[in-house]
C-alpha cells in the first residue's frame, strides 16, 4: 500500500512539475512576444534606396541595405528607459537611455523613451492610427531616416503602406514630439517632390534634364546642364568622367560624389563627407546631385545658380 501511494505521489508530482514548466513555457513564450512588440528597428538609408524602398517598401529592404540598424526595446525593470543596441549583433553592446539622454545613434536623433513607447508597443501605435484615421492590421514597423529627410515611421498595414513624419520640439516642451500621418502617395510627393524646370543661359532645357524639387531641397540633372553650359563630358567608365570647363579639365567620380582637379596637388572641390547632406544619387539612369553639389558644378563655368520654390524653376546662367 505504502508502495502505491509512492508511485502515486510521485506522479502527482511529475504533474505538477511538468505544469509548472509549461507554464514557465508559455510565460516565456508570452513575455518574449511582448517583448517583440515593444522593439522597434531603426535604419538609414540613402536618398537614392529611399526611393526603391518606397516604391516597394518592406522590412527586409531595410535590412539588406540600410546602414546604422538599431533596435529600441524597452527595459523590463524600468519602464522609463530604453534599451539601445545593433540590430545584427544585439550581444555587442547595450545602452540604458532614459528621458532625460539624448542620443543620437543612426536613425534616431534626440531619443525620447515616450516616444519609443507610443512607436515600439503595437497597441500604443494602434490607438495612434486609429485617432489619424488609418485602419488595418499592422503587419511591420520601422523608423527610417536619411540624409536629406526628416525621420519617419513607416507602418505596413495588411495591404498598404502609411508613414508619419517624426518632428522634434525640443526639450522643455510639453510635447517633445509630433507625428504626422502621410499616406503613401502623399508621402512620396513630399519626399520626391515636384518636377521642376532649368533655365540655362536663357534656355528651358525642358525635359532635357530632370530637376525634381523635394521636401528638403532639390534635385538636379548634372550632365545635361553641365554640357548646355559649354563643358566637355568625356566617359572613362560607368562612373568616372573628365570634364573640361573653361580650359580646365576635371574628373569626376560620380559613385562618389567626388570632383577633382587634375594636376594639382590639393585638387578636392567637391567629396561625399559622412554625416552631410550632400549626395549623388541615380534615377532612370540619370545622375543626380544637390543643389550645393549642382552650385559647385556651374562655378567651373563661371555660372550662378538660382532656385525659385514658388515657380519650381533653377536659373543656372553666367552673369
Not at 170 to 197: I, M
Not at 226 to 241: C, S
Amino acid at each position: 500500500m505504502k508502495r502505491i501511494l509512492c508511485i502515486f505521489q510521485c506522479a502527482l508530482l511529475a504533474v505538477s512539475l511538468c505544469g509548472c514548466s509549461l507554464q514557465k513555457e508559455a510565460e516565456e513564450s508570452a513575455s518574449d512576444s511582448n517583448d517583440e512588440a515593444k522593439s522597434l528597428c531603426a535604419f538609414t538609408v540613402s536618398q537614392g534606396q529611399l526611393l526603391d524602398f518606397m516604391n516597394s517598401p518592406s522590412l527586409e529592404y531595410l535590412k539588406v541595405n540600410g546602414y546604422n540598424p538599431l533596435i529600441y526595446t524597452l527595459s523590463a525593470d524600468n519602464h522609463d528607459a530604453v534599451i539601445v543596441e545593433p540590430y545584427n549583433d544585439r550581444s555587442a553592446w547595450k545602452r540604458e537611455i532614459s528621458d532625460d539622454d539624448d542620443a543620437q545613434y543612426g536613425a534616431m536623433h534626440n531619443v525620447r523613451t515616450e516616444l519609443i513607447r507610443k512607436l515600439g508597443n503595437e497597441s500604443e501605435l494602434s490607438k495612434l492610427l486609429k485617432n489619424a484615421g488609418i485602419d488595418g492590421e499592422i503587419k511591420n514597423y520601422a523608423i527610417v531616416s536619411t540624409p536629406q529627410t526628416t525621420d519617419f515611421l513607416w507602418v505596413e498595414l495588411n495591404n498598404k503602406s502609411c508613414y508619419a513624419e517624426i518632428s522634434f520640439l525640443g526639450a522643455g516642451l510639453e510635447e517633445e514630439y509630433e507625428l504626422c500621418f502621410f499616406s503613401e502617395n502623399e508621402f512620396k510627393d513630399k519626399v520626391f517632390g515636384a518636377d521642376g524646370r532649368v533655365i540655362v543661359n536663357g534656355t528651358d532645357l525642358e525635359d532635357k534634364a530632370y530637376v525634381n524639387f523635394f521636401d528638403n531641397g532639390v534635385g538636379f540633372e548634372v550632365i545635361p546642364i553641365m554640357q548646355e553650359l559649354g563643358a566637355e563630358i568625356e566617359w572613362l567608365d560607368d562612373n568616372t568622367a573628365k570634364m573640361v570647363c573653361m580650359n580646365k579639365s576635371y574628373t569626376y567620380y560620380s559613385d562618389e560624389l567626388k570632383l577633382v582637379e587634375d594636376s594639382k596637388a590639393d585638387n578636392l572641390l567637391l567629396v561625399l563627407m559622412a554625416g552631410t547632406s550632400r549626395a549623388a544619387y541615380t534615377i532612370d539612369d540619370k545622375i543626380v546631385v544637390d543643389e550645393y553639389a549642382m552650385q559647385t558644378f556651374a562655378q567651373l563655368m563661371g555660372a550662378e545658380l538660382r532656385i525659385s520654390k514658388d515657380t519650381l524653376t533653377a536659373t543656372v546662367s553666367v552673369p
